[in-house]
């Protein structure tokens, strides 16, 4: 009986095998098709996925492709999103986030002529580096070097406690890499500024009460500022922010329509990596096998609106900063 099981399961596997075989070889790719997967926030984050949703509907507005976006409601939808998207003859397909590189990475394999682009995760990280894969990555840390900076100063000429906060989703690096900009921007404006940083481990918008309970905690221990890179999750934060009357800083989008509570933003270009990703598989030309760096210098990442209570000698000293590191 236990052989009999044995040899069921391993033909299962087998049948299983040669069917995803037989569909990926039947796949075609069409390069005037393009797709997005989203990762759990959902596109109503006003931040990560809703930046990758405007750059496919830019595409689909301005060059007339025919884009669609698959939404993950949990992890164990990304695979099966990402073959859909393949199936359905996409002859690009954008797995947004770092967390679906796994995901990205299986399926990049299992369809070599559809190209695959992960926003937040390099190439060169991918367990199996598929030809037919990019990684379209961020030098977040510069946008949150400038924001932090500029925090850091605010904080100074209110004087009192000399404190600002972080909220972060999950403790990945493309959180990481934004918050360890900000604390670095911060010191260099304000060396005796104190930096408070908690992580939620969730971004989607349900998740709201969590980062808010966090950044009311760090408001109570002074904080004067808090920036949240938490996606969907994050917006809590803020709202802690607009509630005890302190500083918010927006990610990802540009989120000063939240109002006169919000510092500036750390922005991430990622409806520009999508379209530039849609565009070039238009127009035949999308390069894999490698990293799309994007940064302050290409315009990759960038500073969003700055509250008209900021002093102008304050942002002429971020801008003045911000032409170094474009200088190197």
Same mark, same amino acid.
């Given at each position: ?59 689909? &507005?301005? !060059? $007339? ?6 939404? @993950?409601?949990?992890?164990?939808? #990304? *695979?099966?999103? %990402?073959? +859909? ?46 030809? &037919?894969? !990019? $990684? ?6 510069? @946008?949150?070097?400038?924001?932090? #900076? *500029?925090?850091? %100063?605010? +904080? ?173």
């Amino acid at each position: 009986m236990k052989k009999r099981r044995v040899s069921g399961v391993l033909i299962a596997g087998l049948i299983t095998s040669f069917a995803l075989a037989a569909i990926a070889a039947g796949a075609t790719s069409d390069a005037n098709k393009g797709a997005i997967v989203t990762d759990t926030a959902g596109l109503n984050d006003r931040s990560f996925n809703f930046l990758a949703n405007k750059g496919r509907l830019l595409a689909q &507005n301005t !060059l $007339g492709m025919q884009t669609r976006a698959l939404i @993950s409601k949990t992890n164990s939808d #990304y *695979l099966p999103n %990402l073959v +859909a998207a393949a199936q359905q003859g996409n002859g690009v397909v954008v797995a947004n986030g770092f967390l679906l590189a796994d995901a990205m990475n299986t399926a990049a394999g299992q369809f070599p002529d559809v190209k695959f682009a992960i926003v937040d995760f390099p190439w060169v990280a991918l367990k199996d580096k598929p030809k &037919n894969a !990019l $990684g379209l990555t961020f030098k977040s840390e510069e @946008s949150g070097y400038l924001v932090g #900076y *500029l925090a850091g %100063l605010m +904080a100074k000429r209110k004087g009192g406690k000399q404190v600002i906060s972080a909220v972060g989703g999950q403790k990945i690096p493309p959180v990481d890499n934004w918050i360890a900009g900000y604390r670095a921007g911060a010191k260099k404006a304000n060396p005796r500024i104190r930096v408070l940083i908690g992580y939620s481990g969730l971004f989607p918008p349900s998740a709201a009460p969590k980062c808010k309970e966090i950044a009311l905690n760090q408001i109570a221990q002074g904080s004067q500022a808090v920036f949240q890179v938490a996606g969907g999750c994050g917006l809590g934060a803020l709202d802690a922010a607009k509630q005890k009357g302190k500083w918010g800083i927006g990610v990802d989008a540009d989120q000063a329509y939240l109002g006169a509570h919000i510092l500036t933003s750390g922005v991430k270009r990622v409806d520009l990596a999508v379209f530039r990703s849609f565009r070039d598989s238009k127009r035949g030309v999308l390069k894999s096998g490698l990293d799309r760096l994007h940064n302050l210098k290409n315009g990759g990442q960038d500073v969003g609106k700055i509250s008209s209570k900021v002093p102008k000698a304050f942002i002429a000293q971020m801008n003045a900063i911000k032409k170094q590191i474009i200088a190197g």
